[in-house]
């Protein structure tokens, strides 16, 4: 009754920004991931038929986390199942990289949590369940680009991602630029709520979002990289407009996250199409080609501490059962 899985982080380039149901984690509208190759989590779950409660350890370290209880009780009644778990999960993500992991924490813990069992849960069922722990762990079951469907049932049955094929998935590169590793003062999950409840600026957001995901499937679909990346970049910053709208007003930008934009303007300005997305924090990530990757990465190395090329990664899997 024990399994290890590992799953990756996800950076959207469509952003899943507000929610429909914050129980059920459902969102107010579809988003498309792309999936790294360099950062993941690997987690096993024993199911304990003798134990009295559950047992988190984090990087070798006793945790108590509420999001990982909720989530324990989440899986026990979706996998029906009476006992409680021994879970052991590693970020292999760098702490320096600043970059969220409840996606990756979220996806490995389904995946090893439904194997441990010995079940045969299908990839639109795991995602499923990932996102009841956190609404972007839905992406990282699978590899490259996916599609997290927002779904329309109240019940959530139909709020899952799904892989989206490209010919450009392996001909991008992500870099990481990071700005700064401390914990972010407003979480996603307050940041979105805030936004939905007092922001002006939602209602135009979700209808411009869905849009964009239409447009950036089709750029995907013919291979149309500047396409995409304007898209991207577009979408990005509407979704931080929201926040300034809201009350009290708050942004994930920092001082350096602008100087960052400036740069990979710049670059455009210098013929090298590269764009940049944000999330929850003050780090950038730069959009880029392969072929132009390093060059992106030097004129960044000059800005920040730490800069990291990734690329597009494998989907959430089990690597061992005991
Ligand atoms: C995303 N973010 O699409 C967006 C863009 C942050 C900005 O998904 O409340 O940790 O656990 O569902 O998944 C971060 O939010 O939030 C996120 P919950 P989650 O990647």
Redesign the pocket.
């Known amino acids: 009754m024990k399994a290890t899985a590992i799953a990756h982080t996800n950076i959207?380039l469509i952003?899943?920004?507000g929610k429909r149901d914050e129980n059920l984690?459902l969102p107010a509208n579809s988003?498309l991931?792309i999936t790294l190759d360099k950062f993941y989590t690997e987690t096993s779950v024993e199911w304990m038929e003798d134990a009295k409660n559950d047992l988190f350890s984090l990087n070798g370290q006793i945790k108590q986390d509420a999001k990982v209880a909720q989530f324990l009780k989440i899986l026990r009644a979706e996998l029906d199942i009476p006992y409680f778990a021994k879970i052991d999960s590693v970020n292999h993500v760098p702490t320096a990289a600043g970059l969220?992991s409840?996606?990756s924490a979220f996806a490995a813990l389904a995946v090893a949590g439904s194997a441990a069992l010995g079940r045969q849960d299908d990839l639109a069922n795991l995602s499923r369940l990932a996102r009841r722990g956190?609404?972007?762990a839905a992406r990282s079951l699978f590899g490259g680009l996916s599609i997290w469907e927002k779904g329309s049932r109240l019940d959530g049955l139909d709020s899952y991602a799904v892989p989206f094929n490209s010919p450009l998935t392996e001909k991008m590169a992500v870099v990481v630029a990071v700005v700064s590793d401390a914990e972010k003062a407003v979480s996603?999950?307050d940041g979105?709520k805030s936004t939905v409840l007092t922001s002006p600026f939602f209602h135009e957001w979700i209808q411009t979002a869905e849009e964009d995901l239409r447009n950036i499937k089709s750029a995907f679909l013919s291979g149309k990289f500047v396409e995409v990346g304007e898209i991207l970049e577009h979408n990005a910053m509407k979704?931080h407009a929201t926040t300034l709208g809201a009350k009290p007003p708050f942004t994930y930008f920092s001082p350096a996250s602008l100087t960052v934009m400036d740069e990979v303007r710049k670059l455009r300005d210098e013929g090298i199409p590269a764009y940049f997305t944000m999330?929850?924090g003050p780090n950038v990530k730069i959009i880029c080609l392969r072929e132009n990757e390093k060059m992106v990465s030097s004129r960044m190395q000059k800005l920040v501490k730490d800069v990291y090329i990734c690329h597009a990664g494998e989907g959430a899997k089990v690597i061992q059962v005991d």
């Open positions: 959207a952003k899943y920004w984690i988003s991931s969220a409840s996606a956190s609404g972007s996603s999950r979105m979704m999330d929850a």
